[in-house]
């Protein structure tokens, strides 16, 4: 069973900074692929940015330019860089892993969810 613990959210003026981090634990073998969500009040969850054991990766229009995904692998980590932050990139930031059982198909993966951070922007 894996379990992922994000960490270092916190209030922030726009224009600045913020690195959150996301530690997995338990029984990993593959990661298949990394990402953040966020979900702000009163709206739905959504993509921030993935980044595929391969090393692709992918992000909401809305974050292309300011925010970086990376991991490290010897630390089970992977983080999301934020620069350049506005008040709209306040929300509650979910980092998400997507397993694939070794032999499977990519279908019968599942997702396993970190219990989120709190980011606010202040202007």
């Known amino acids: 069973q894996v379990r992922l613990a994000e960490s270092g959210g916190r209030l922030v003026q726009a224009g600045g900074s913020l690195r959150l981090a996301c530690e997995a634990s338990g029984s990993i073998f593959v990661i298949n692929v990394m990402g953040w969500y966020r979900q702000a009040p009163g709206k739905q969850r959504e993509l921030v940015a993935t980044l595929s054991s391969g090393g692709t990766t992918d992000y909401a229009d809305s974050v292309k330019g300011r925010f970086t995904i990376s991991r490290d692998n010897a630390k089970n980590s992977w983080y999301l860089q934020m620069d350049s932050l506005r008040p709209e990139d306040t929300a509650i930031y979910y980092c998400?892993?997507?397993?694939?059982?070794?032999?499977?198909?990519?279908?019968?993966?599942?997702?396993?969810w970190g219990q989120g951070t709190q980011v606010t922007v202040s202007s």
């Open positions: 998400n892993a997507y397993l694939v059982p070794e032999g499977s198909a990519w279908s019968l993966g599942y997702d396993v």
